[in-house]
Structure formats: C-alpha cells, structure tokens
C-alpha cells in the first residue's frame, strides 16, 4: 500500500481525505495529514487514524506520496517540501499563481527526481473522454465554445489574489482551457482576446470571456476558433462544451449529463453517467507512483497556465 500524505483539510481536501480512508483509492491508504489549523488537524486524524503532522517536512518524511488541495499560493511551498523528501506529488489545479512560479515548481520537481502531477479532473470525466473519443467522427474540428457558470462558494480566499492568483480565470477557466487544448489535441494555443469583469467579487474577476485560437494536430481544420465563458456570479450551474466539425457537432452537458451529436437537423441524444473525480485522480496518481505514465505532468498543466496568464494580459 502506498502511503499518502494530504495536505489540506478544506471543501476538497476532505473529498480526498473520505476517499483515501474509506478505501475507495486502490493501492493507497491515507497515512498523515497536514493543515495549518492544529484542531482541525488533530480532529480530522483522529478520525481518520491518520498520523497528525504539524509541518509539511515532517508529513512528507512520514508517507511515500503527497497530496496536496490547498490555495495556488501555497503551491511552491508544498513542492519545495516534496523535492526536498524526493516524494512524488500531486498538486490540484492550478499548478501555480503564475508561470514563473509554475516553471519553479516544475524544476525543483525534476531535480529532485521526483513525478508531479496536477489534478486537472476535467480530464477525468467521462463526458470529456467521450468527446476525445469521438473528435474524429464527424471531420475536422471548426469551431468550439465552452460555458461554465458555477454558484459562488462565499470562500474569502477566493477573491484574495494573493492567496488564489486571481478569480474565475485562474480558478475556473483553467479547467475549460486545459480541456480545450485536451480535447482537440491541439499543438498550439493562443488568447486573442479576452473580457474580465468583477459582479460580487471586489477584488478579483469573477466573470469572463476568452477567445482562443487553436492550431496543429490532425483534429483540427486550419486555425480554428472557440470561446471560452466562465463565472461565479448567480445561483445557478450551467456547464455545456460543444464541438462544431465538419460534418456535424458534438455537445456535452455536464449537469444533465447528456452528449449530444448532430448531423444536419437529425440529433442523437444519450447519457453519460456521472464518475466521482476525486477518486479516479487519486487512482491515477497511485498508478504514476507505480510507474505508469504521468496522466498530466507538471509542463503540460503549465500550457493551461499559461493560457490563463495570456488572458489577464489581454483582458479588458
């Protein structure tokens, strides 16, 4: 069994935590846990009959991988500790607040040796492994256009930009820009334009709107376009990714759980049942630790990154 070390005890950090000790991950079981809160700390290994470690380096000399759900800004610190043990480690999206700190993360990771992997779970999900199933189907990919609105979550350190680098872009829409360079393979990715507004938020930006160009790859149809929406702003949830090709289109939608293919004005509707995320990125994880391929190493999820900071620099 390989042992983890979880560090962050939050909305998503206990989804880890349930997961890992309920035995839903195969191979691993969860060894220690670490958070900043020494109650919550003690509480949550209590519970867990997992060890109680008060620092990152002690966690990372008392396990063989590292978890790590925690805010971006925290990010180097946690890959610091994990170079520093030679413990691989899995970092949620995004990989960092920025790429230069990215790039850091990336390198101390490599000297050491040791795999990063960065939880992109979009990648994970069912509905995005049925589009990169069927991209081909239908010709070559024209177009694309990704939505993605979500309900405020109250967190306090989501509108900090220095605890969480920025708003929906860096939180929300680096799931929808990694998924669009994922989904239609595409060798190169670029901003051309982008509109950022704050709604709630009053410090970061908590709607936008990216355009992107993508090229390369046999998906794709010369210089193709898409947009991507994000948002934290009402209280509803709406998340739907459409391919437009040749010969048809493809849609997925992630609340009704629907994919969608249409071929003039006949369309073909079936369902695509919901897998937890959590788990499965989990399992991937022990997999890499085990010597399987690295699903999403650190200098991919960096691409993504870097689409996010393209944006800010473009937004308007």
């Not at 937890?276 to 890499?288: D, G, K």
Request: charged content about 25%; overall charge neutral.
């Amino acid at each position: 069994m390989i042992r983890i070390g979880l560090i962050g005890l939050g909305r998503h950090g206990a989804r880890y935590a349930q997961h890992l000790a309920a035995g839903d991950v195969p191979g691993a079981t969860l060894a220690a846990v670490y958070t900043r809160d020494p109650a919550k700390r003690a509480r949550v290994a209590a519970e867990l009959s997992a060890a109680d470690a008060p620092d990152l380096a002690t966690l990372a000399g008392q396990v063989d991988a590292l978890i790590a759900a925690v805010p971006a800004g925290l990010h180097l610190a946690v890959a610091e500790a994990a170079a520093a043990a030679r413990r691989p480690l899995l970092l949620e999206k995004p990989l960092a607040r920025t790429v230069a700190e990215g790039e850091t993360i990336c390198r101390a990771m490599d000297a050491a040796g040791a795999p990063l992997m960065v939880a992109q779970t979009l990648r994970f999900d069912p509905l995005v492994e049925a589009l990169v199933a069927r991209r081909g189907t239908l010709g070559r990919l024209t177009g694309l256009s990704f939505e993605q609105r979500l309900e405020p979550r109250g967190l306090a350190w989501e509108d900090d930009p220095e605890v969480s680098g920025g708003g929906v872009l860096i939180q929300t829409a680096i799931h929808t820009l990694d998924a669009a360079r994922h989904v239609t393979a595409a060798e190169r990715a670029e901003v051309v334009a982008a509109t950022l507004d704050r709604v709630q938020y009053q410090h970061n930006e908590d709607l936008g709107l990216v355009h992107l160009a993508l090229e390369g790859g046999p998906a794709l149809h010369r210089r193709t376009i898409g947009d991507v929406r994000v948002s934290k702003i009402g209280g509803s949830r709406h998340m739907r990714f459409a391919l437009f090709a040749e010969h048809g289109g493809l849609e997925a939608d992630f609340i009704d759980r629907t994919l969608t293919t249409t071929r003039g004005r006949d369309r073909t509707v079936e369902p695509v049942p919901e897998r937890p995320t959590v788990p499965t990125v989990a399992a991937a994880f022990v997999a890499l630790v085990e010597g399987a391929p690295n699903p999403v190493p650190g200098w991919d999820a960096l691409k993504s990154l870097a689409l996010v900071e393209a944006a800010y620099r473009r937004g308007t």
